[in-house]
């Protein structure tokens, strides 16, 4: 495995594949290899569909999920080890698109409020902010933040794309009280790991989860099941209900396709309220009136 790991590796980084897939599909390999106990070169397409349904239905993982793995397992055969890949032997899951859930501009507010520390609470704030990803957060560096402009750089987002998000008034006043309260300025990332917040690596992704269930837990808002990319999706939808257009929504969230954006129509409280239902044009009695005889 060690052999065809490293293989593998240097075809993802020849592609300039983002850190996060390679460790990703490199993961997915060695799970498979370990599945069947044997090396994953001398697997065929009848293994490949036994682990899909394995993923299925004792690791319960979701559609989008297993895509995923069959993409790594995909770029292993077709770009490793250059064997043939048939679709039609290896179909990819139907995809199910469930609408996230979505809190009021009141329910983030009191989310925001009810942060455990000063450093969740800037952190939450900045999610919902700038609807960055947290992966994208994790890795805001201190010279990101342009208050000339009042915009933040957003570098190497997905696709590694860079771009641009507004910088709010508001969310800067919080970005300096919290710089201000830090005993040790970092030098480089604009939210350093460790639980003083003084190391030269970044915050984990981890630490957003626990900021944001923490904070649903003291609002009363668990049953949302309220994480990071809540946040991101509150964002695009209180945008798109005040007026901000889908195309502007899609630059600012680094949507590749303008199709990813319109889900924000389906969640829009505007939008849904715009055309009214064709049951109140129907001439019907209502509950109690009597029946117009002939």
């Not at 009191?110 to 990803?133: A, E, N």
């Not at 970092?186 to 460790?194: D, I, K």
């Not at 889908?246 to 396709?257: E, K, P, S, V, Y």
Request: hydrophobic share 35%.
């Amino acid at each position: 495995m060690t052999h065809l790991r490293k293989m593998m590796l240097e075809e993802l980084e020849h592609r300039n594949y983002a850190q996060t897939t390679i460790s990703s599909y490199i993961r997915t390999i060695e799970d498979f290899a370990r599945y069947f106990r044997r090396p994953p070169d001398q697997l065929t397409p009848e293994h490949i569909r036994e682990y899909q349904a394995y993923l299925f239905r004792e690791r319960k993982l979701a559609a989008s999920t297993v895509t995923q793995r069959l993409a790594a397992l995909r770029f292993f055969y077709t770009r490793t080890i250059k064997k043939a890949w048939s679709v039609a032997d290896t179909p990819y899951p139907k995809k199910t698109r469930h609408l996230p859930s979505i809190l009021s501009p009141e329910e983030v507010a009191h989310l925001i409020d009810s942060s455990q520390t000063r450093f969740h609470r800037v952190v939450l704030m900045t999610l919902y902010g700038t609807g960055v990803r947290r992966a994208e957060l994790t890795r805001l560096q201190i010279p990101d933040i342009d208050s000339r402009r009042m915009v933040i750089h957003i570098r190497g987002g997905k696709g590694r794309k860079d771009r641009d998000v507004m910088l709010s008034p508001k969310l800067l006043d919080a970005l300096r009280v919290y710089w201000r309260g830090l005993k040790h300025k970092p030098t480089n990332w604009l939210f350093p790991g460790n639980r003083w917040h003084t190391a030269s690596y970044p915050v984990t992704t981890k630490v957003l989860w626990s900021a944001c269930q923490q904070a649903a837990e003291r609002a009363g808002l668990e049953h949302k099941h309220i994480h990071p990319h809540t946040l991101r999706h509150c964002f695009a939808t209180h945008l798109l209900e005040a007026g901000a257009d889908l195309r502007t929504i899609q630059m600012l969230l680094g949507h590749r396709d303008l199709e990813e954006t319109t889900i924000y129509l389906h969640l829009s409280r505007r939008h849904l309220s715009a055309t009214g239902s064709p049951l109140d044009a129907l001439p019907i009695r209502g509950e109690g009136e009597p029946t117009q005889s002939a």
